[in-house]
Structure formats: C-alpha cells, structure tokens
C-alpha cells in the first residue's frame, strides 16, 4: 500500500487544469519509456472536467494519442447513445477531439449491446478484454496501468463500488456487475479493489463541499467496506487531488498549502 499524498488547488477550475497538465507529463513519460501508455477514466463531475481541460490544453499535442490506452473505472449500464453513460460524456468532453486508435479505446458494454441486460456476462466480457491485454510482465491479469483516475462520491464510492456493498468485497474478479446501486442508474459495471491496486498510479479526484465529509473520512483511517476510497490505492503512488473546499475537513497538517 502506499501512502496517500494529497494535493490541494484553490478551486476546482484550477484543479481540473494542474491535473490535466499532471496527465500528459505523465502520458508522454510512459509513451518516451515504453512506447505506449495506458489510462483509466473515470465517470463523474471531475473526471469530465479534467477531461475538458485537458481538451483545451495546448500541451495535449504532446501525447501521441494513436499509442494511449483509454480503458474506464465504472460504467452506467445504459443504451450505447444514453448521454449518461460515461463514456459518451468524456467523447463530449475530450475523446472526440483527438486522434486516438479506435481498437485502443476500451468503452465497457452498454446494455443495447452483445449481452443485452445481463450485466454480469457484460463485466465478464470486460474482465476478459482486460486479461488479453495483460502481457507477461503485468504478472497478474489485467494491465499495470500508468494512471488510474477515480472521482470520489459523497458516499466515499469509488468507481460504483459503494459502502458496503456487495462490490467492495470482491476479492477473486478483476470486473463486477453491480446490482441496486444506491445512485442511479442502479445497474453498473465496476473494476474492483484488486484491478484499481494493479494500476502504478491512482489519482482521487473530489472538488466541492459536498465531498469534504468524504474526504475526511477516507483519509482517516476508515475500512473499505465503510470507505471504498480509502481502499483505492497504487502500487508506486496514490495521489488525492482536491480543492479547497473539498479539503475543508481534513487536518491542515495532511497536506503543504496551494500555492495559488
Ligand atoms: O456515478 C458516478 O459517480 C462518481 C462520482 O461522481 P461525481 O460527479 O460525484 O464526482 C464517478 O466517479 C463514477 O465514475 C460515476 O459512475
């Protein structure tokens, strides 16, 4: 496990931008150093909003974007068009405007697709798209990915793994099906703890007061089951990207001051 580092900006359009900037350093580094790279999204007000700044970056013409790897953390188990669904969000705010390799970017199954409304064939499908992309040196059935990105619910879910459900317990599947999640839509397929731990980096994202109880809680010393997020860690770094507002609760000692 390694130690959270949190990171706290003025405001949350200024964390959207330093982690966008944050993404390509890190792209371009994994691209120059193994020729690819790999990244995990993430659904939710903060994933879209990194996702749109990095859009807007003039430094986003450093990655190459044909050898990027775009798998996602969770899905809304939509129609392929449902404008709820994660990934139709982040092509609105990012996919679409770049020229990425189709046969790289690794949507998760929408329910109009082969498996219809079984969502548990659908994250099984998943899970076996991760493993064929797993290589030797991963050691383990999905990918190292470089980055892995997780906006942090209210709740302190992560992905749609929520407290105490069934989901967040899971130890033996890289993907899950969830059933009755508490935030719509209630059905969704999610990685689980083991495939977030598998990734180099983990980043949390979370902007706004009403993620500050969260928060606190997460980096408290809660359990997993209780806090999904505070069981979400990488196995080179595990980096808390807030704003102001978001850090609100957490002892001033957790972190050095924004600069701006
Ligand atoms: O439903 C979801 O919510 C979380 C958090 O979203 P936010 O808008 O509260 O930041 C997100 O991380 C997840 O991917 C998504 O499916």
Known sequence: MTTPQVVVHRDKELMAQAAAARLITKVVDAQAARGTASVVLTGGRNGNALLAALAAAPARDAVDWSR?????????????EDP????????????????????????????????????????????????????????????????LMLGVGPDTHVASLFPEHPAVRETERTVVGVHGAPKPPPTRVSLTLPTIRAAREV?????????????????????????????AYG???????????????????MYPPALS
């Not at 994250?123 to 050691?139: I, K, N, V």
């Not at 980043?203 to 069981?231: C, M, N």
């Not at 196995?235 to 002892?251: E, G, H, I, N, S």
Request: charged fraction near 20%.
């Open 203 to 231: 980043w949390l994202l979370a902007a706004g007061e009403d993620k500050a109880g969260a928060v606190a809680i997460a980096l408290g010393g809660a359990g997993e089951v209780q806090a999904p997020a505070a069981a």
């Open 68 to 80: 990027l790897d775009l798998w996602w953390g969770d899905e809304r188990y939509l129609p392929a």
């Open 235 to 253: 196995r080179t770094r595990t980096l808390w990207l807030l704003d102001r507002a978001a850090a609100a609760k957490l002892p001033t000692a």
């Open 84 to 147: 709820e669904r994660n990934v139709t969000q982040a092509r609105a705010a990012l996919l679409d405007a770049v020229p990425l390799d189709p046969a790289r970017v690794h949507a998760m199954p929408a329910s109009d697709g082969p498996y219809g409304p079984d969502v548990d064939a659908a994250a099984a499908a998943y899970a076996a798209e991760l493993a064929r992309a797993a290589t030797p040196e991963d050691h383990g059935p999905v990918p190292c990915f470089d980055v």
